[in-house]
């Protein structure tokens, strides 16, 4: 186990079963994700070849409550070589029970250092929470009416992870 919430932990995704929880709950996403245009649902073929490929690297988190071994979600963080991009989708049985802030906080403190993300201006949840969270707006591109996306950029832990070892140098 890597880190809890008061509802909510996350694991390190590590066998099959976890891969597929994974794979059904980004199919029932797809809408919401869509920040690269249109998402086709991700066959068990695609998603074995997805996590098998070693460039880029990536590591993987299922979320579920405590006591509960139902997936409520999943976290994966992308390795971009010098920073990594965050992907987190919450299953639908388990949306508006208020744990997306969660994820979001969890994926910052998972993260190695600075993080890369994209935010489609049509979800607002999103880019609520995402403001919330401290992401910053670097760039807006407008691809129609209905598609305008920010792309965005977070520290992530390195601040705090920088005083840290600071602190340990200066004892
Ligand atoms: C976007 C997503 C994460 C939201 O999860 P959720 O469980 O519905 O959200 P929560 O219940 O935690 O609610 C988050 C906030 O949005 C608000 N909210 C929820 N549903 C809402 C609605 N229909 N209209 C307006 N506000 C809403 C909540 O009140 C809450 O705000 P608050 O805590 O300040 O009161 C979820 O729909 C999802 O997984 N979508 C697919 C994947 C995705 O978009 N991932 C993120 C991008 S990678």
Redesign the pocket.
Known sequence: MTSSGPDLMSFEVSDPKDLEAMRV?FN??LA??ATKGEMKPVSPEDQMRWWMEPYPSKRAWMVEELGNDDPV?FIVLTDRVGFET??????PT??????????VQEYINLAKGALA?E?LQS????C??NREAGWEIIETRRENADRVIDYLYHPGSSRQNVIIYHRLRGE
């Open positions: 709950i029932a996403s919401d994700m979600g965050p992907m987190f989708a919450i299953a388990y949306r508006g029970k208020g744990y997306a802030r969660w994820f993300g935010q979800n607002e949840i999103i609520r929470l």
